[in-house]
């Protein structure tokens, strides 16, 4: 009887400690209609698929990419897109994401993001080469850093739509940025990865202060289309945009 009890116990113990291992899922929602979102930590891209999980923190860096090497490793040339996502242990410990135009990065297409399943919808989006209360452009412009205090919080990254569109809630988050556009970021998915050690996150440094504005120009490939396909298009868009709003609602996560 005592052994059944302690079996018991230990079997409920493992189901417990299970249930609130800490989680984090990036999800990629890219509407530009050209190039290949990248989430790259430890200078891999660990992006399988529109959407990634972590089996505890994740510290890493995206971008879309929108060329063969047009950005390089840790996004230069491109807009880059810093997260930081793990289960604060103290006030103001929490998760911390931002978007930095900092040289060598340069603004190369609208990016947006934003969480969810915890302070939904707070996020940035700089859609130009100027968003200068949306972006770093110097290391001192901690003002664009979005903030969450939310255990197990989600993150969504987006190209050329608005994140905080497709995620819903407020943009006004526990950062204090003065008259930041709407989010515009998107998360992304990929299998189950392996635990991320905690001595290896690092917030985002921001160690040279030159910057750079100057828009690149849209790849080749990108070619006009016809009246009638942009109708088609736009009508494909749509549907994948409500699919997404009703994947992120629908999450297992959400209460």
């Known amino acids: 009887m005592k052994l059944s009890l302690v079996f018991a116990f230990a079997i409920s113990f493992f189901f417990a400690v299970g249930a609130s291992a800490e989680s984090h899922t990036v999800k990629f929602v890219n509407q530009c209609g050209f190039g290949t979102p990248a989430l790259m930590y430890n200078g891999n891209n660990v992006l399988s698929g529109d959407q990634y999980t972590s089996n505890g923190p994740f510290s890493g860096i995206a971008y879309l990419q929108t060329g063969e090497g047009y950005c390089n490793t840790n996004g230069e040339n491109c807009t880059l897109m810093e997260m930081t996502l793990i289960n ?117 440094s921001h160690s040279s202060a030159t910057t750079s504005s100057a828009p690149k120009s849209t790849p080749s490939a990108v070619s006009a289309v016809s009246t009638g396909e942009q109708c088609t298009a736009g009508s494909k868009r749509k549907r994948k945009l409500n699919r997404v709003r009703r994947q992120i609602r629908n999450s297992p996560h959400q209460a």
């Open 88 to 204: 604060p242990t103290c006030a103001g410990c929490g998760s911390s994401a931002d978007i930095s135009l900092i040289s060598p990065h340069a603004y190369s297409v609208e990016t947006s993001f934003a969480y969810y399943n915890g302070c939904d919808g707070v996020g940035q989006t700089c859609a130009s080469p100027d968003c200068t209360q949306s972006a770093f452009f110097v290391p001192t412009d901690t003002f664009v850093q979005k903030e969450c205090q939310t255990n197990d919080v989600d993150l969504l990254i987006s190209f050329c739509v608005e994140a905080s569109g497709l995620v819903g809630g407020s943009n006004t988050g526990s950062s204090t940025t003065p008259n930041a556009p709407a989010s515009t970021t998107v998360a992304s998915t990929t299998p189950k990865a392996q635990p991320v050690p905690t001595s290896n996150l690092t917030t985002a």
